[in-house]
């Protein structure tokens, strides 16, 4: 990566926050990502945030963009919900794209609708749903539900969402063999009176609880909808406070909500110091 500085802009959808860097020019290279991506998310040191979203050429004509999307650890995930919010937005406010765009992740196209700060963006198709799985911990089996939204989500209804030791269960849950060798998104989910959810997740690649998870928020309401507890659109209620709302329409999933722009900043090349 050459040295001059590096533009970015912060921004975060209900609570889960990204850099996103416009790479058309080519100068952060595939390699780099990972190690960037934790250097530039470590609260404190850096910038901080939950991923780093790398927007690129599209390979297909037509896409708006391809994009890298990296965990705070250094991972590249398939996919991420309220990262491709931000993306999308991002996208139309930088000239790259009008909307409705598609743009092009590792689990997919996927298509993005921008409305000025909101933003709603149809999902991959739900894959290898799994209903009613028994869930072996060394105290307890808990019943389970898996989806992959994108990225694999497992899902656990629970009557006390504030009592649940999120860290603590969901890392557990996380590296549970039942789901290596990828491992898997946590989600603590309670169904409310009036057919909304709340959820808490355990982020993979954050290893920790984030505000806010999109596609982790997809799966819940499609496996609670399947379970026949909630019917579309589903509100649910974030952690970070804001109420994201799941479109279910057969197999399409899209997922709706608040983009935001936090700031713009540049990086000196000493922040991508040890
Ligand atoms: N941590 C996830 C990717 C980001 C998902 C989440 N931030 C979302 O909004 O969907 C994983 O590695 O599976």
């Avoid at 850099?19 to 850096?46: D, M, Q, T, V, Y």
């Avoid at 901080?48 to 979203?53: H, Q, R, S």
């Avoid at 994201?244 to 000196?268: D, M, N």
Wanted: hydrophobic letters at 40%; one cysteine or more.
């Amino acid at each position: 990566m050459r040295e001059e500085v590096l533009y970015f802009l912060k921004m975060q959808a209900s609570g889960n926050d990204f850099i996103l860097i416009n790479n058309f020019a080519g100068r952060i290279a595939a390699h780099e990502g990972p190690e960037l991506a934790w250097k530039l998310c470590r609260r404190r040191l850096s910038v901080g945030a939950d991923g780093l979203i790398l927007i690129e050429p599209p390979k297909k004509v037509g896409n708006a963009f391809a994009w890298r999307f990296y965990n705070a650890d250094g991972s590249e995930a398939e996919m991420c919900g309220n990262g491709g919010r931000c993306a999308a937005r991002f996208a139309v406010e930088e000239g790259l794209a009008k909307s409705p765009l598609v743009f092009e992740t590792l689990a997919g196209e996927i298509r993005a609708e921008v409305s000025g700060s909101r933003v709603k963006v149809e999902l991959t198709t739900p894959k290898d749903l799994k209903l009613g799985l028994e869930l072996p911990l060394e105290e307890k089996s808990l019943e389970a539900h898996f989806v992959n939204t994108g990225v694999p989500h497992t899902v656990i209804l629970v009557e006390d969402l504030e009592g649940v030791p999120v860290r603590e269960l969901g890392r557990k849950i996380r590296y549970h063999e039942m789901f290596l060798p990828a491992g898997t998104n946590v989600n603590f989910v309670k169904v409310e009176p009036e057919g909304r959810l709340s959820i808490r997740t355990y982020e993979r690649g954050v290893e920790d609880e984030t505000l806010a998870c999109g596609t982790g928020a997809s799966a819940a309401a499609l496996i609670a909808e399947r379970l026949g507890l909630v019917r579309s659109p589903v509100p649910v209620k974030t952690r970070g406070g804001e109420v994201l709302i799941i479109h279910l329409e057969g197999e399409r999933v899209s997922l709706e909500g608040e983009a935001r722009k936090i700031y713009r900043g540049y990086l000196y090349p000493e922040a991508l110091l040890d």
